[in-house]
């Protein structure tokens, strides 16, 4: 994805962004800046002590929601207009009182606020997602928990493009990021249990042949409840292993929503019960 881009979820809009913070600025400032307006430079205007600190802080809460939203120019005139008040003079009763260059660029900045803001929201791309799929996307650590995260440092990115995938309704590409994590998962697995990882040139060895050499491994323990626990990881193994190929054993080249979402349970029921296991 370009880092300059960003996707917002409904949900991001209306918490992250505080949008009513949006809301309830801009139509005050839009009431200011045309009554101020009508009246003209030649006069001078006026803000009691109460109003004033209401405008201001609803600014500063303006301000840091077009920070979030990446709206420079809109940015830009809104930490111009908290310059200019602070610049305004203070008056008897302890309000403001704007004339001359200041009362212009105050005016000027309140109607560019609105002007722009209108601009820059026509030019952002906001995606909805599923009220559920809120947690997959806003997350980056501890997707499948912290003890699969502590167990395969590796696999944590992967696991986490897993979820924005599957949120963003990607499934073959949720797919090709659960496979990557499970490769960490099944290498740790075999090297736990000193099966052979590698082939000869170094690289890792399919996934039909791994689980073989696990599945022998196994077979070689004395019967026990430690043996158990393994054939346990092995199926969890084989049952991640179906979900992600065909009958041929090799990966498809696309995936729908069931698979890909067996493919996620798969994955996360085999890291977690890995990442249990190597704890005990």
């Not at 203070?90 to 200041?102: D, I, K, L, P, T």
């Amino acid at each position: 994805m370009n880092a300059h881009k960003q996707i917002w979820t409904l949900w991001d809009f209306m918490e992250q962004l505080a949008v009513e913070d949006i809301l309830s600025a801009l139509p005050m400032l839009a009431s200011y800046g045309t009554k101020w307006s009508q009246a003209g430079l030649a006069e001078k205007q006026e803000l009691f002590p109460d109003t004033f600190d209401l405008i201001y802080q609803s600014v500063e809460r303006l301000q840091r929601a077009l920070s979030d939203l990446d709206a420079p120019i809109s940015l830009r005139a809104t930490t111009g207009l908290l310059s200019s008040f602070d610049a305004s003079i203070v008056s008897e009763n302890g309000g403001r009182v704007f004339v001359g260059q200041n009362l212009a660029t105050t005016m000027f900045c309140m109607t560019q606020i609105g002007n722009s803001l209108h601009i820059e929201l026509g030019q952002r791309f906001f995606i909805k997602l599923r009220g559920a799929n809120k947690e997959l996307y806003d997350q980056e650590y501890g997707l499948f928990g912290e003890e699969v995260d502590d167990a395969f440092p590796d696999a944590i990115a992967d696991i986490s493009e897993a979820g924005k995938c599957l949120a963003l309704e990607r499934w073959t590409a949720t797919v090709f990021h659960l496979m990557r994590a499970m490769e960490v998962g099944v290498a740790t697995l075999a090297d736990k249990l000193q099966a052979t990882v590698l082939n000869k040139h170094g690289e890792t060895l399919p996934w039909g042949i791994l689980t073989g050499n696990i599945g022998d491994k196994i077979k070689l323990m004395p019967d026990g409840s430690v043996k158990d626990d393994w054939q346990v990881m092995h199926t969890l193994l084989h049952s991640a292993n179906r979900a992600y190929r065909t009958k041929t054993a090799h990966p498809k080249k696309t995936y729908d929503e069931k698979e890909a979402a067996a493919a996620f349970q798969a994955t996360k029921s085999f890291t977690q019960a890995m990442a249990e296991r190597m704890g005990s």
